[in-house]
């Protein structure tokens, strides 16, 4: 059954002139369809539009278009409210690996979304902890370093509460299968499908025989940081927490929530073709 959508909010980039101008045409377009439209408040100023101006923290709507790259929904990931609603994501970014369609295509897109001719794609998403502090999901990958170039990280790390090795390490990346065509990736972790119930975690530059391991869904995977005593976690590459207690231990597990993308014709090995590994090797 498919959901109807009376609301939505747009999220863009907004060191782009053209992003700027498609949120414009986008919220005058949306409105004459019958559409209660919201836009993010950092963009106030940047856009001539009548439209209410929302904190993404409050953006409470029935859908979301993000105008941008990746980077755009990751930041819209992290703080829009939860469970997240549906996000139709339009590609102003370099790569795009996240997003279903190109500017010229985004009024079709909609119509198609008010037609009910879409799919859902859900992406599993990681829950954090550090120490008792619950940060935020990560839709990509959480990464634990020591915080400085050419320091090295020194943890445990266990499976379970269980300790499976010990880490001497740049730093070390857990990823989603969404995530494990990223830095993991770059760092010469696996790809996951993500069908796959599982997550990743790949070490960066270690110092010993470490290759990536696959964990399970309901794994909870703890990092005890020895060494240095302040340890820098940074989530989908927008949130950052310095964790400087004496002990650092940081908790990660796969979270309750999901991000659902609006999709049309794509599927995850599309993208993996035309944007990514497979590019030219057809």
């Known amino acids: 059954m498919k959901l109807l959508f009376k609301s939505v909010g747009l999220v863009a980039r907004y060191d782009k002139k053209s992003a700027l101008k498609l949120t414009e045409e986008l919220a005058d377009y949306l409105t004459k369809k019958g559409l209660k439209v919201y836009i993010e408040d950092t963009l106030a100023g940047k856009v001539a539009t ?3 101006m929302v904190p993404l923290s409050k953006m409470k709507t029935d859908f979301l278009i993000t105008i941008g790259g990746d980077g755009t ?6 703080s829009v409210p939860k469970p997240e609603p549906p996000i139709l994501a339009i590609n102003m970014g370099v790569r795009g690996f996240l997003t279903e369609v190109e500017p010229k295509d985004a ?3 909609v119509e198609k979304i008010l037609r009910g001719d879409y799919k859902i794609e859900k992406c599993a998403k990681l829950s954090v902890k550090a120490g008792e502090e619950t940060l935020p999901d990560a839709l990509n990958d959480v990464v634990i370093s020591a915080g400085e170039p050419s320091c090295i990280l020194n943890a445990q790390i266990c499976k379970d509460g269980k300790p499976i090795l ?6 070390l990346i857990v990823a989603t299968p969404t995530g494990s065509t990223g830095y993991s990736l770059s760092a010469r972790g696996p790809v996951l499908d993500l069908a796959v119930d599982a997550f990743v975690v790949t070490p960066i530059c270690s110092l010993i025989v470490f290759p990536s391991l696959v964990f399970p869904a309901d794994s909870t995977i703890t990092v005890n940081v ?3 005593k302040e340890a820098l976690v940074l989530i989908d590459g927008k949130y950052r927490k310095l964790v400087n207690d004496n002990s650092p231990i940081l908790k990660v597990t796969v979270s309750k929530n999901v991000t659902s993308f609006i999709r049309f014709e794509t599927d995850f090995y599309d ?12």
């Open 271 to 282: 993208r993996l073709r035309s944007r990514l590994l497979f590019k030219g090797r057809e």
């Open 166 to 171: 010990k880490c001497q390490a740049d730093g």
């Open 73 to 78: 929904i990751f930041r819209t990931c992290i």
């Open 107 to 109: 009024c079709e897109a």
């Open 50 to 52: 009548k439209e209410e």
């Open 226 to 228: 020895f060494r240095p």
